[in-house]
């Protein structure tokens, strides 16, 4: 369900959206903020994976260990 939102940019940031708006999503700024925040939310996710298994070097061997043991 989509959801309302007014936000309060400067001008350039304005320009620079309506610009890419234009060229990525026929001028539906909304559509490209959108877009934009969905990309920024996937590369947090994937840099918190990253991280968990950084703090983990052993995970995978352990699991696939734990699987052939099964």
Known sequence: MKQRLSLSVDQETAAYLDRRAQTETSGNV??????????????????????????????????EAERYAA
């Open 30 to 63: 909304s559509a490209l903020v959108e877009r934009l925040v969905r990309q920024a939310r996937l590369a947090d996710a994937l840099q918190a994976e990253a991280a968990w298994y950084a703090d983990r070097p052993d995970y995978a061997e352990d699991a």
